[in-house]
Protein backbone atom coordinates (compact mmCIF):
# COMPACT_ATOMS: atom_id res chain seq x y z
CA UNK A 1 0.00 0.00 0.00
CA UNK A 2 3.03 2.44 0.78
CA UNK A 3 4.52 1.96 -2.54
CA UNK A 4 0.99 2.22 -4.23
CA UNK A 5 0.97 5.80 -2.51
CA UNK A 6 4.54 6.87 -3.60
CA UNK A 7 3.48 6.10 -6.74
CA UNK A 8 -0.29 8.00 -6.66
CA UNK A 9 1.74 10.72 -5.39
CA UNK A 10 4.28 10.92 -7.62
CA UNK A 11 1.91 10.24 -10.83
CA UNK A 12 0.08 13.45 -9.51
CA UNK A 13 3.12 15.58 -9.59
CA UNK A 14 4.41 14.40 -12.77
CA UNK A 15 0.29 14.98 -13.71
CA UNK A 16 0.32 18.70 -12.83
CA UNK A 17 3.60 19.43 -14.18
CA UNK A 18 2.53 18.23 -17.55
CA UNK A 19 -0.84 19.89 -16.79
CA UNK A 20 0.96 23.49 -16.44
CA UNK A 21 2.89 23.13 -19.40
CA UNK A 22 0.40 21.95 -21.71
CA UNK A 23 -2.62 24.33 -20.31
CA UNK A 24 -0.16 27.31 -20.50
CA UNK A 25 0.76 26.36 -24.43
CA UNK A 26 -2.61 25.69 -25.03
CA UNK A 27 -3.58 28.98 -23.56
CA UNK A 28 -1.13 31.03 -25.64
CA UNK A 29 -2.18 29.19 -28.74
CA UNK A 30 -5.59 30.41 -28.23
CA UNK A 31 -4.69 33.98 -27.49
CA UNK A 32 -2.67 33.89 -30.81
CA UNK A 33 -5.05 32.25 -32.68
CA UNK A 34 -7.67 34.78 -31.50
CA UNK A 35 -5.60 37.63 -33.26
CA UNK A 36 -5.32 35.07 -36.41
CA UNK A 37 -8.56 33.93 -37.23
CA UNK A 38 -11.85 34.70 -36.81
CA UNK A 39 -14.36 33.21 -35.32
CA UNK A 40 -16.44 32.16 -38.49
CA UNK A 41 -13.13 30.28 -39.50
CA UNK A 42 -12.80 28.87 -35.89
CA UNK A 43 -16.54 27.90 -36.37
CA UNK A 44 -16.32 26.47 -39.61
CA UNK A 45 -13.70 23.79 -38.27
CA UNK A 46 -15.48 22.91 -35.33
CA UNK A 47 -18.30 21.71 -37.51
CA UNK A 48 -16.15 19.98 -40.22
CA UNK A 49 -14.86 18.04 -37.41
CA UNK A 50 -18.35 16.91 -35.85
CA UNK A 51 -18.12 13.16 -37.82
CA UNK A 52 -14.88 12.31 -36.97
CA UNK A 53 -14.80 13.23 -33.35
CA UNK A 54 -17.71 11.16 -33.24
CA UNK A 55 -16.61 7.74 -34.77
CA UNK A 56 -13.47 8.48 -32.40
CA UNK A 57 -15.27 7.01 -29.59
CA UNK A 58 -16.84 4.74 -31.62
CA UNK A 59 -13.43 3.01 -33.13
CA UNK A 60 -12.09 2.89 -29.37
CA UNK A 61 -14.71 1.23 -28.17
CA UNK A 62 -13.69 1.61 -24.78
CA UNK A 63 -11.13 -1.00 -24.93
CA UNK A 64 -8.47 0.86 -24.03
CA UNK A 65 -9.82 1.56 -20.61
CA UNK A 66 -10.32 -2.21 -20.77
CA UNK A 67 -6.85 -3.10 -21.24
CA UNK A 68 -5.92 -0.89 -18.30
CA UNK A 69 -8.21 -2.63 -16.27
CA UNK A 70 -7.16 -6.30 -17.34
CA UNK A 71 -6.01 -8.15 -14.38
CA UNK A 72 -4.88 -11.71 -16.32
CA UNK A 73 -3.72 -12.83 -20.05
CA UNK A 74 -2.25 -8.62 -20.68
CA UNK A 75 -0.46 -9.63 -24.02
CA UNK A 76 -3.34 -11.89 -25.64
CA UNK A 77 -5.19 -8.37 -24.41
CA UNK A 78 -3.15 -5.92 -26.29
CA UNK A 79 -2.79 -7.66 -28.89
CA UNK A 80 -6.80 -8.02 -29.70
CA UNK A 81 -7.12 -4.68 -29.07
CA UNK A 82 -4.32 -3.31 -31.62
CA UNK A 83 -6.44 -5.44 -34.22
CA UNK A 84 -9.79 -4.51 -33.42
CA UNK A 85 -8.97 -0.88 -33.01
CA UNK A 86 -6.49 -0.28 -35.69
CA UNK A 87 -9.51 -1.88 -37.75
CA UNK A 88 -12.28 -0.21 -37.11
CA UNK A 89 -10.14 3.21 -37.67
CA UNK A 90 -9.49 1.85 -41.46
CA UNK A 91 -13.22 1.29 -41.88
CA UNK A 92 -14.85 4.30 -39.94
CA UNK A 93 -12.03 6.60 -42.06
CA UNK A 94 -13.47 5.32 -45.22
CA UNK A 95 -16.94 5.59 -44.00
CA UNK A 96 -16.05 9.32 -42.62
CA UNK A 97 -14.85 10.32 -46.51
CA UNK A 98 -17.49 9.17 -48.65
CA UNK A 99 -20.39 10.64 -45.75
CA UNK A 100 -18.47 14.11 -45.79
CA UNK A 101 -20.83 15.62 -48.78
CA UNK A 102 -23.99 15.48 -46.64
CA UNK A 103 -21.93 16.94 -43.61
CA UNK A 104 -21.69 20.20 -45.82
CA UNK A 105 -24.85 19.81 -47.09
CA UNK A 106 -26.44 19.83 -43.59
CA UNK A 107 -24.64 23.06 -42.88
CA UNK A 108 -24.95 24.48 -46.59
CA UNK A 109 -21.16 24.92 -46.69
CA UNK A 110 -18.56 23.52 -48.83
CA UNK A 111 -15.91 24.32 -47.13
CA UNK A 112 -17.19 22.50 -44.10
CA UNK A 113 -17.57 19.24 -46.46
CA UNK A 114 -13.64 19.58 -47.37
CA UNK A 115 -12.51 19.90 -44.36
CA UNK A 116 -14.95 16.81 -42.65
CA UNK A 117 -13.18 14.48 -45.64
CA UNK A 118 -9.88 15.85 -44.92
CA UNK A 119 -9.62 15.42 -41.19
CA UNK A 120 -11.04 11.28 -41.72
CA UNK A 121 -7.06 10.02 -41.96
CA UNK A 122 -7.18 11.34 -38.14
CA UNK A 123 -9.78 7.91 -37.79
CA UNK A 124 -6.58 5.51 -38.57
CA UNK A 125 -3.76 7.08 -36.53
CA UNK A 126 -6.00 7.35 -32.71
CA UNK A 127 -6.71 3.89 -33.36
CA UNK A 128 -3.13 3.07 -33.60
CA UNK A 129 -2.50 5.33 -30.22
CA UNK A 130 -4.69 2.85 -28.25
CA UNK A 131 -2.90 -0.20 -26.90
CA UNK A 132 0.44 2.07 -26.29
CA UNK A 133 -1.47 4.55 -24.25
CA UNK A 134 -3.22 1.97 -22.20
CA UNK A 135 -0.48 0.04 -21.43
CA UNK A 136 1.26 3.06 -20.25
CA UNK A 137 -1.22 3.97 -18.02
CA UNK A 138 -1.35 0.47 -16.34
CA UNK A 139 1.92 0.42 -15.75
CA UNK A 140 1.93 3.48 -14.58
CA UNK A 141 4.25 5.03 -17.26
CA UNK A 142 4.04 8.93 -16.92
CA UNK A 143 6.37 9.62 -20.24
CA UNK A 144 2.59 9.95 -21.82
CA UNK A 145 1.96 12.55 -19.45
CA UNK A 146 5.91 14.46 -18.87
CA UNK A 147 6.79 14.22 -23.06
CA UNK A 148 4.07 12.92 -25.45
CA UNK A 149 1.27 14.99 -24.54
CA UNK A 150 3.51 18.01 -24.09
CA UNK A 151 5.20 17.36 -27.20
CA UNK A 152 1.54 16.98 -29.07
CA UNK A 153 0.42 20.88 -27.60
CA UNK A 154 3.72 22.30 -28.52
CA UNK A 155 3.39 20.77 -32.36
CA UNK A 156 0.00 21.42 -32.63
CA UNK A 157 0.64 25.04 -31.09
CA UNK A 158 3.64 26.24 -33.65
CA UNK A 159 1.93 23.91 -36.42
CA UNK A 160 -1.23 25.89 -36.37
CA UNK A 161 0.20 29.62 -35.46
CA UNK A 162 2.34 29.27 -38.46
CA UNK A 163 -0.15 28.55 -41.01
CA UNK A 164 -2.47 30.73 -39.44
CA UNK A 165 0.07 33.58 -40.26
CA UNK A 166 0.41 32.25 -43.72
CA UNK A 167 -3.64 32.91 -44.00
CA UNK A 168 -4.70 29.15 -44.47
CA UNK A 169 -7.73 30.20 -42.45
CA UNK A 170 -9.35 27.15 -40.97
CA UNK A 171 -7.67 24.52 -42.63
CA UNK A 172 -4.55 26.01 -40.49
CA UNK A 173 -6.22 23.51 -37.24
CA UNK A 174 -6.71 20.93 -39.83
CA UNK A 175 -3.26 20.90 -40.77
CA UNK A 176 -1.75 20.90 -37.01
CA UNK A 177 -3.82 18.56 -36.05
CA UNK A 178 -1.95 15.93 -38.34
CA UNK A 179 1.19 16.98 -37.10
CA UNK A 180 -0.01 16.36 -33.75
CA UNK A 181 -1.81 13.30 -34.03
CA UNK A 182 1.59 11.86 -35.79
CA UNK A 183 3.80 13.00 -32.69
CA UNK A 184 1.43 11.65 -30.74
CA UNK A 185 1.75 8.31 -32.61
CA UNK A 186 5.71 8.07 -32.76
CA UNK A 187 6.08 9.15 -29.67
CA UNK A 188 3.84 6.59 -27.78
CA UNK A 189 4.87 3.44 -29.67
CA UNK A 190 8.41 4.61 -28.50
CA UNK A 191 7.63 4.95 -24.61
CA UNK A 192 5.62 2.10 -24.94
CA UNK A 193 8.10 -0.63 -25.25
CA UNK A 194 5.27 -2.66 -26.84
CA UNK A 195 5.06 -4.19 -30.42
CA UNK A 196 2.12 -6.25 -32.02
CA UNK A 197 3.21 -10.03 -33.28
CA UNK A 198 3.90 -11.65 -29.61
CA UNK A 199 0.62 -13.40 -29.14
CA UNK A 200 -2.47 -14.24 -31.11
CA UNK A 201 -5.70 -11.87 -30.94
CA UNK A 202 -8.72 -13.88 -29.53
CA UNK A 203 -12.43 -13.48 -29.94
CA UNK A 204 -12.43 -14.64 -26.49
CA UNK A 205 -10.54 -12.08 -25.18
CA UNK A 206 -12.38 -9.21 -27.09
CA UNK A 207 -16.06 -10.68 -25.62
CA UNK A 208 -14.68 -10.69 -22.17
CA UNK A 209 -13.07 -7.04 -22.55
CA UNK A 210 -16.46 -5.90 -24.37
CA UNK A 211 -18.54 -6.38 -21.63
CA UNK A 212 -16.60 -4.64 -19.57
CA UNK A 213 -16.07 -1.74 -22.15
CA UNK A 214 -20.43 -1.60 -24.14
CA UNK A 215 -21.27 1.02 -21.01
CA UNK A 216 -18.61 2.66 -21.05
CA UNK A 217 -18.47 3.32 -25.23
CA UNK A 218 -22.32 4.25 -24.49
CA UNK A 219 -21.61 6.65 -22.14
CA UNK A 220 -18.48 8.39 -24.66
CA UNK A 221 -20.91 7.86 -27.29
CA UNK A 222 -23.70 9.95 -25.42
CA UNK A 223 -21.05 12.65 -24.99
CA UNK A 224 -20.28 12.52 -28.24
CA UNK A 225 -23.86 12.79 -29.75
CA UNK A 226 -24.77 15.71 -26.95
CA UNK A 227 -21.53 17.43 -28.62
CA UNK A 228 -21.83 17.17 -32.00
CA UNK A 229 -26.19 18.07 -31.04
CA UNK A 230 -25.56 21.37 -29.13
CA UNK A 231 -22.97 22.03 -32.54
CA UNK A 232 -25.52 21.00 -34.92
CA UNK A 233 -28.39 23.34 -33.24
CA UNK A 234 -25.74 26.33 -32.73
CA UNK A 235 -25.19 26.06 -36.14
CA UNK A 236 -28.31 25.83 -37.43
CA UNK A 237 -30.10 28.31 -35.12
CA UNK A 238 -27.73 31.34 -34.60
CA UNK A 239 -24.51 31.18 -36.83
CA UNK A 240 -20.80 29.81 -37.56
CA UNK A 241 -19.85 32.87 -35.73
CA UNK A 242 -21.61 32.05 -32.86
CA UNK A 243 -20.40 28.21 -32.99
CA UNK A 244 -16.80 30.31 -32.70
CA UNK A 245 -17.67 31.95 -29.51
CA UNK A 246 -19.08 29.30 -28.10
CA UNK A 247 -16.15 27.17 -28.68
CA UNK A 248 -13.54 29.53 -27.44
CA UNK A 249 -15.85 29.95 -24.16
CA UNK A 250 -16.16 25.95 -24.04
CA UNK A 251 -12.32 25.68 -24.12
CA UNK A 252 -11.75 28.61 -21.31
CA UNK A 253 -14.28 26.32 -19.15
CA UNK A 254 -12.48 23.28 -20.06
CA UNK A 255 -9.05 24.30 -18.48
CA UNK A 256 -10.52 23.40 -14.71
CA UNK A 257 -12.45 20.43 -15.92
CA UNK A 258 -8.98 19.28 -18.16
CA UNK A 259 -6.78 19.61 -14.61
CA UNK A 260 -9.37 17.28 -12.75
CA UNK A 261 -9.32 14.65 -15.31
CA UNK A 262 -5.59 14.61 -16.28
CA UNK A 263 -4.20 14.83 -12.52
CA UNK A 264 -7.05 12.45 -11.21
CA UNK A 265 -8.45 9.74 -13.53
CA UNK A 266 -5.11 9.29 -15.11
CA UNK A 267 -3.78 7.92 -11.57
CA UNK A 268 -7.02 6.97 -9.93
CA UNK A 269 -8.58 4.34 -12.53
CA UNK A 270 -5.53 1.74 -12.38
CA UNK A 271 -4.94 2.57 -8.62
CA UNK A 272 -8.34 1.69 -7.77
CA UNK A 273 -8.58 -1.04 -9.73
CA UNK A 274 -5.98 -2.82 -7.20
CA UNK A 275 -7.98 -1.36 -4.19
CA UNK A 276 -11.15 -3.10 -5.19
CA UNK A 277 -10.33 -5.93 -3.23
CA UNK A 278 -10.60 -3.93 -0.47
CA UNK A 279 -13.93 -2.06 -0.45
CA UNK A 280 -12.38 -0.10 3.64
CA UNK A 281 -9.75 1.48 1.41
CA UNK A 282 -11.19 1.99 -1.84
CA UNK A 283 -14.09 3.83 0.10
CA UNK A 284 -11.39 6.38 1.71
CA UNK A 285 -10.16 6.75 -1.51
CA UNK A 286 -13.20 7.53 -3.22
CA UNK A 287 -14.05 10.22 -0.49
CA UNK A 288 -9.91 11.60 -0.52
CA UNK A 289 -10.31 11.87 -4.21
CA UNK A 290 -13.51 13.66 -4.72
CA UNK A 291 -12.52 16.34 -1.88
CA UNK A 292 -9.26 17.05 -3.72
CA UNK A 293 -11.18 17.68 -7.01
CA UNK A 294 -13.87 19.41 -5.31
CA UNK A 295 -12.40 22.46 -3.70
CA UNK A 296 -10.26 23.65 -6.44
CA UNK A 297 -12.95 23.23 -8.79
CA UNK A 298 -15.14 25.11 -6.91
CA UNK A 299 -12.72 27.75 -6.22
CA UNK A 300 -12.37 28.60 -9.82
CA UNK A 301 -16.11 28.37 -10.84
CA UNK A 302 -16.54 30.73 -8.01
CA UNK A 303 -13.97 33.19 -9.52
CA UNK A 304 -14.50 32.76 -13.01
CA UNK A 305 -18.31 34.17 -12.30
CA UNK A 306 -16.82 36.97 -10.18
CA UNK A 307 -14.22 38.11 -13.28
CA UNK A 308 -14.52 35.76 -15.75
CA UNK A 309 -16.13 37.95 -18.47
CA UNK A 310 -13.69 41.15 -18.14
CA UNK A 311 -10.54 38.62 -18.03
CA UNK A 312 -12.19 37.42 -21.68
CA UNK A 313 -12.54 40.53 -23.15
CA UNK A 314 -9.18 41.59 -22.11
CA UNK A 315 -7.45 38.78 -23.42
CA UNK A 316 -8.79 37.94 -26.57
CA UNK A 317 -10.59 41.06 -27.66
CA UNK A 318 -13.72 43.04 -27.30
CA UNK A 319 -15.37 41.24 -30.38
CA UNK A 320 -15.06 37.95 -27.94
CA UNK A 321 -17.26 39.43 -25.35
CA UNK A 322 -20.16 37.03 -25.95
CA UNK A 323 -17.82 34.19 -25.59
CA UNK A 324 -17.03 35.82 -21.92
CA UNK A 325 -20.51 35.22 -21.05
CA UNK A 326 -20.48 31.90 -22.05
CA UNK A 327 -17.37 31.18 -20.01
CA UNK A 328 -19.66 32.85 -17.40
CA UNK A 329 -22.25 30.31 -17.90
CA UNK A 330 -20.28 27.15 -17.99
CA UNK A 331 -18.36 27.50 -14.94
CA UNK A 332 -20.53 24.82 -13.73
CA UNK A 333 -19.34 22.53 -16.31
CA UNK A 334 -15.65 22.11 -13.91
CA UNK A 335 -17.85 21.01 -11.19
CA UNK A 336 -19.82 18.75 -12.88
CA UNK A 337 -16.87 16.86 -13.66
CA UNK A 338 -15.61 16.75 -10.38
CA UNK A 339 -18.22 15.36 -9.10
CA UNK A 340 -18.21 12.59 -11.95
CA UNK A 341 -14.39 11.84 -11.41
CA UNK A 342 -13.84 10.52 -8.75
CA UNK A 343 -17.03 8.36 -8.56
CA UNK A 344 -16.84 7.06 -11.98
CA UNK A 345 -13.22 5.97 -11.59
CA UNK A 346 -14.43 3.84 -8.39
CA UNK A 347 -17.37 2.84 -10.09
CA UNK A 348 -15.08 1.00 -12.96
CA UNK A 349 -12.41 0.05 -10.52
CA UNK A 350 -15.52 -2.43 -9.37
CA UNK A 351 -16.29 -3.60 -12.80
CA UNK A 352 -19.82 -2.56 -12.69
CA UNK A 353 -19.79 -0.41 -15.20
CA UNK A 354 -23.54 -1.10 -16.30
CA UNK A 355 -24.35 1.60 -13.92
CA UNK A 356 -22.67 4.20 -15.90
CA UNK A 357 -25.31 2.93 -18.51
CA UNK A 358 -28.04 6.08 -15.99
CA UNK A 359 -25.65 8.47 -16.50
CA UNK A 360 -25.83 8.15 -20.32
CA UNK A 361 -29.09 8.23 -20.63
CA UNK A 362 -29.55 11.54 -18.38
CA UNK A 363 -26.63 13.22 -20.15
CA UNK A 364 -28.28 12.70 -23.58
CA UNK A 365 -31.91 13.75 -22.67
CA UNK A 366 -30.92 16.59 -20.38
CA UNK A 367 -28.01 17.86 -22.62
CA UNK A 368 -30.42 17.98 -25.86
CA UNK A 369 -33.39 18.75 -23.85
CA UNK A 370 -31.81 21.93 -22.12
CA UNK A 371 -29.91 22.76 -24.60
CA UNK A 372 -33.40 23.14 -27.17
CA UNK A 373 -35.67 24.90 -24.48
CA UNK A 374 -32.52 27.38 -23.12
CA UNK A 375 -31.15 28.23 -26.88
CA UNK A 376 -33.28 30.94 -27.88
CA UNK A 377 -31.51 33.00 -24.96
CA UNK A 378 -28.05 32.98 -27.18
CA UNK A 379 -24.52 31.71 -25.57
CA UNK A 380 -25.68 32.58 -22.05
CA UNK A 381 -28.29 30.07 -22.61
CA UNK A 382 -26.32 27.61 -24.17
CA UNK A 383 -23.69 27.75 -21.12
CA UNK A 384 -26.51 27.16 -18.84
CA UNK A 385 -28.07 24.03 -20.06
CA UNK A 386 -24.04 22.69 -20.39
CA UNK A 387 -23.66 23.89 -16.72
CA UNK A 388 -27.38 21.94 -15.56
CA UNK A 389 -26.45 19.46 -17.42
CA UNK A 390 -23.20 17.96 -16.07
CA UNK A 391 -24.26 19.04 -12.42
CA UNK A 392 -26.70 16.71 -12.38
CA UNK A 393 -25.02 14.03 -14.13
CA UNK A 394 -22.21 14.35 -11.38
CA UNK A 395 -25.39 13.97 -8.81
CA UNK A 396 -26.34 11.12 -10.25
CA UNK A 397 -22.87 9.65 -10.37
CA UNK A 398 -22.41 10.35 -6.71
CA UNK A 399 -25.78 8.03 -6.13
CA UNK A 400 -24.55 5.47 -7.85
CA UNK A 401 -21.27 5.10 -6.45
CA UNK A 402 -22.98 5.13 -3.17
CA UNK A 403 -24.68 1.88 -4.57
CA UNK A 404 -21.20 0.18 -4.84
CA UNK A 405 -19.37 2.33 -1.96
CA UNK A 406 -21.73 2.96 1.43
CA UNK A 407 -20.07 6.00 2.46
CA UNK A 408 -21.60 8.37 5.26
CA UNK A 409 -23.64 10.77 3.94
CA UNK A 410 -22.54 13.81 6.71
CA UNK A 411 -18.80 13.22 5.28
CA UNK A 412 -20.07 14.01 1.96
CA UNK A 413 -21.65 16.87 2.53
CA UNK A 414 -19.25 18.08 4.47
CA UNK A 415 -16.73 18.01 1.96
CA UNK A 416 -18.87 19.61 -1.16
CA UNK A 417 -20.84 22.11 1.08
CA UNK A 418 -18.42 24.19 3.12
CA UNK A 419 -16.17 24.60 0.56
CA UNK A 420 -19.23 25.99 -1.58
CA UNK A 421 -20.34 28.50 1.04
CA UNK A 422 -17.09 29.72 1.54
CA UNK A 423 -15.82 30.18 -2.35
CA UNK A 424 -19.38 31.37 -3.10
CA UNK A 425 -18.91 34.40 -0.31
CA UNK A 426 -15.46 35.16 -1.11
CA UNK A 427 -16.94 35.87 -5.18
CA UNK A 428 -19.36 37.48 -4.12
CA UNK A 429 -17.39 39.78 -2.57
CA UNK A 430 -14.79 40.13 -5.37
CA UNK A 431 -17.58 40.82 -8.30
CA UNK A 432 -19.45 43.46 -6.16
CA UNK A 433 -15.97 45.14 -6.61
CA UNK A 434 -15.50 44.27 -10.17
CA UNK A 435 -19.12 45.68 -11.43
CA UNK A 436 -19.07 48.53 -9.01
CA UNK A 437 -15.62 49.56 -8.21
CA UNK A 438 -13.30 48.27 -10.82
CA UNK A 439 -14.42 47.64 -14.22
CA UNK A 440 -11.31 46.05 -15.36
CA UNK A 441 -12.39 45.77 -18.82
CA UNK A 442 -12.62 49.68 -19.30
CA UNK A 443 -8.83 49.91 -18.59
CA UNK A 444 -6.16 49.44 -20.90
CA UNK A 445 -5.10 46.29 -21.47
CA UNK A 446 -2.36 45.72 -18.80
CA UNK A 447 -3.74 48.04 -16.41
CA UNK A 448 -7.03 45.68 -16.79
CA UNK A 449 -4.90 42.72 -15.91
CA UNK A 450 -3.40 43.97 -13.16
CA UNK A 451 -6.82 44.58 -11.50
CA UNK A 452 -7.84 41.82 -12.39
CA UNK A 453 -4.42 39.77 -10.99
CA UNK A 454 -5.25 41.58 -7.71
CA UNK A 455 -8.76 40.48 -7.55
CA UNK A 456 -7.91 36.84 -8.19
CA UNK A 457 -4.86 37.24 -5.26
CA UNK A 458 -7.70 38.76 -2.89
CA UNK A 459 -9.96 35.83 -3.45
CA UNK A 460 -7.44 33.02 -2.51
CA UNK A 461 -6.28 34.73 0.51
CA UNK A 462 -10.15 34.72 1.15
CA UNK A 463 -10.79 31.25 0.11
CA UNK A 464 -8.04 29.86 1.53
CA UNK A 465 -8.90 31.88 5.32
CA UNK A 466 -12.08 30.48 5.24
CA UNK A 467 -11.14 26.76 4.50
CA UNK A 468 -8.28 26.92 7.39
CA UNK A 469 -11.24 28.60 9.65
CA UNK A 470 -13.24 25.92 9.00
CA UNK A 471 -11.18 22.94 9.00
CA UNK A 472 -8.11 23.76 11.01
CA UNK A 473 -7.32 20.55 11.77
CA UNK A 474 -7.10 20.16 7.80
CA UNK A 475 -5.15 23.05 7.86
CA UNK A 476 -2.50 22.08 10.27
CA UNK A 477 -1.95 18.98 8.50
CA UNK A 478 -1.48 20.70 4.92
CA UNK A 479 0.75 23.48 6.60
CA UNK A 480 2.49 20.30 8.50
CA UNK A 481 3.20 18.84 5.52
CA UNK A 482 4.23 21.78 3.12
CA UNK A 483 6.83 22.86 6.03
CA UNK A 484 7.68 19.11 6.13
CA UNK A 485 8.26 19.11 2.09
CA UNK A 486 10.73 22.35 2.34
CA UNK A 487 12.91 21.00 5.08
CA UNK A 488 13.51 17.74 3.54
CA UNK A 489 13.99 19.83 0.12
CA UNK A 490 16.55 21.72 2.46
CA UNK A 491 18.04 18.53 3.62
CA UNK A 492 18.62 16.86 0.35
CA UNK A 493 20.55 20.56 -0.84
CA UNK A 494 23.02 20.04 1.83
CA UNK A 495 23.60 16.27 1.56
CA UNK A 496 24.32 17.19 -2.39
CA UNK A 497 26.48 20.43 -1.30
CA UNK A 498 30.47 19.46 -2.31
CA UNK A 499 32.65 17.76 0.14
CA UNK A 500 34.13 19.22 2.47
CA UNK A 501 36.67 17.18 3.87
CA UNK A 502 39.47 18.83 2.62
CA UNK A 503 39.56 21.69 4.82
CA UNK A 504 38.05 19.86 7.47
CA UNK A 505 40.06 21.26 10.61
CA UNK A 506 38.67 24.55 9.79
CA UNK A 507 34.86 23.42 9.97
CA UNK A 508 33.08 25.42 12.68
CA UNK A 509 31.21 22.53 14.94
CA UNK A 510 28.26 24.73 15.91
CA UNK A 511 26.22 22.04 16.66
CA UNK A 512 26.81 18.32 17.86
CA UNK A 513 28.74 16.74 14.67
CA UNK A 514 29.90 13.26 13.70
CA UNK A 515 32.83 12.87 11.51
CA UNK A 516 32.56 9.42 10.47
CA UNK A 517 35.49 7.35 8.34
CA UNK A 518 33.54 5.68 4.97
CA UNK A 519 34.85 3.43 2.78
CA UNK A 520 34.94 4.50 -0.76
CA UNK A 521 34.71 2.28 -4.13
CA UNK A 522 38.46 2.27 -4.93
CA UNK A 523 39.25 1.05 -1.15
CA UNK A 524 40.32 4.16 0.21
CA UNK A 525 39.12 5.84 3.55
CA UNK A 526 36.93 9.24 2.83
CA UNK A 527 36.14 11.14 5.88
CA UNK A 528 32.65 12.70 5.67
CA UNK A 529 30.77 15.22 7.84
CA UNK A 530 27.24 15.08 9.23
CA UNK A 531 25.67 17.74 11.05
CA UNK A 532 23.23 17.54 13.55
CA UNK A 533 19.84 19.09 12.40
CA UNK A 534 18.91 19.87 16.06
CA UNK A 535 20.57 23.12 17.96
CA UNK A 536 23.07 22.70 20.22
CA UNK A 537 20.56 23.26 23.20
CA UNK A 538 18.87 20.24 22.78
CA UNK A 539 19.69 16.84 24.26
CA UNK A 540 22.75 15.90 22.35
CA UNK A 541 24.77 12.92 22.63
CA UNK A 542 28.64 13.90 21.87
CA UNK A 543 30.49 11.59 20.42
CA UNK A 544 34.26 10.95 19.66
CA UNK A 545 35.21 12.72 16.17
CA UNK A 546 37.47 11.45 14.15
CA UNK A 547 40.18 14.09 12.54
CA UNK A 548 42.72 14.00 9.84
CA UNK A 549 45.80 15.53 10.24
CA UNK A 550 48.97 15.63 7.69
CA UNK A 551 50.63 12.52 7.92
CA UNK A 552 54.79 12.00 8.96
CA UNK A 553 57.33 11.62 6.60
CA UNK A 554 57.68 7.87 5.78
CA UNK A 555 54.63 7.01 7.70
CA UNK A 556 51.43 5.47 5.67
CA UNK A 557 48.24 7.88 5.05
CA UNK A 558 46.13 5.53 7.07
CA UNK A 559 48.42 5.67 10.20
CA UNK A 560 47.75 9.58 10.84
CA UNK A 561 44.56 9.05 11.87
CA UNK A 562 43.70 10.30 15.55
CA UNK A 563 40.82 10.36 17.55
CA UNK A 564 40.21 13.66 19.09
CA UNK A 565 38.25 13.80 22.12
CA UNK A 566 35.43 15.82 22.31
CA UNK A 567 34.72 18.30 25.14
CA UNK A 568 33.85 16.34 28.19
CA UNK A 569 34.08 13.18 26.42
CA UNK A 570 36.20 10.04 27.03
CA UNK A 571 37.12 8.29 24.16
CA UNK A 572 35.95 4.17 24.30
CA UNK A 573 38.71 2.10 24.77
CA UNK A 574 38.51 -0.03 22.12
CA UNK A 575 39.77 -4.00 22.37
CA UNK A 576 42.81 -5.16 20.07
CA UNK A 577 41.61 -7.65 17.70
CA UNK A 578 42.78 -11.11 17.86
CA UNK A 579 45.42 -12.42 15.52
CA UNK A 580 44.27 -14.85 12.77
CA UNK A 581 45.46 -17.91 12.97
CA UNK A 582 47.72 -18.71 10.25
CA UNK A 583 47.45 -21.98 8.14
CA UNK A 584 44.15 -23.39 6.52
CA UNK A 585 40.76 -23.10 8.63
CA UNK A 586 39.64 -25.86 10.75
CA UNK A 587 37.06 -27.97 9.19
CA UNK A 588 33.81 -27.36 11.71
CA UNK A 589 33.00 -31.32 11.67
CA UNK A 590 35.08 -33.19 14.94
CA UNK A 591 36.78 -35.72 12.86
CA UNK A 592 39.48 -35.97 15.34
CA UNK A 593 36.99 -36.62 17.96
CA UNK A 594 36.65 -40.85 18.75
CA UNK A 595 33.69 -40.92 20.26
CA UNK A 596 31.76 -38.80 17.46
CA UNK A 597 29.24 -40.91 15.51
CA UNK A 598 26.87 -39.85 12.82
CA UNK A 599 23.11 -39.56 14.05
CA UNK A 600 21.29 -42.97 13.03
CA UNK A 601 18.70 -42.69 10.74
CA UNK A 602 15.15 -43.33 11.52
CA UNK A 603 14.05 -46.83 9.87
CA UNK A 604 10.63 -47.59 8.49
CA UNK A 605 8.18 -50.19 10.16
CA UNK A 606 8.30 -53.70 8.02
CA UNK A 607 5.31 -54.00 5.84
CA UNK A 608 2.33 -55.47 6.86
CA UNK A 609 2.31 -59.58 5.89
CA UNK A 610 -0.74 -59.91 3.60
CA UNK A 611 -3.44 -61.84 5.10
CA UNK A 612 -3.28 -60.63 8.42
Known sequence: MSNLSGTLRRGASYSGIALVATQLI??????????????????????????????????????????????KDVGRAAETVFWVTGGMGVILA????????????????????LI????????????????PDGLMQRRFNFRRRLIVDPARVVVFAVVTILFAALDYGAWSQVIGNYAAMITWLGLSWAFAGWWPGFARPSVRTWREMARFAYPLLLQALADRIRTAGETAILGRSLSTDAVGQYRYGQRLSLIPANAVVQIGSYVLFPAMSRLADDPPRL??????????????????????????????????????????????????????????????????ATGRTQLLNWTTVASIVLGIGLLVALVPLGLIGVGLAISATELTVGVIVLVLTHRVLPFPATRLIRILVVPTA?????????????QVWLR????????????????????????VAGLASTAPASARRVFGSVRYRLRRGSARLRDNAPDRTSNLDHTPFEAATVVLPVIDADATIVLRVRPSQRSIE??????????AVPPPEGVPPFEAATVEDSPGVTPPQLPSPRPRPSGPRPSPRPHHDAEWRPSPRPRRPPPRARGR
Not at 32 to 57: K, M
Not at 422 to 434: F, K, Y
Not at 538 to 547: F, G
Open 26 to 71: AFAQTLVLARLLTPEELGVYVVGTILTGFLVTVSEGGLRLALVQRD
Open 94 to 113: AGALGAAPLVGVIFNDPTVA
Open 116 to 131: AAANAGTLVIHGLTNV
Open 283 to 348: TDAFLRALRLAWIPSVGVAALTCAIGEPAVVLLLGAEWREAGLAFVAMSGYGLGIALEAAGSEAIK
Open 422 to 434: IAAISAAGIGLAE
Open 440 to 463: SDEHGTVAGLALLGGQTIAFIVLF
Open 538 to 547: APTVRLAAIR
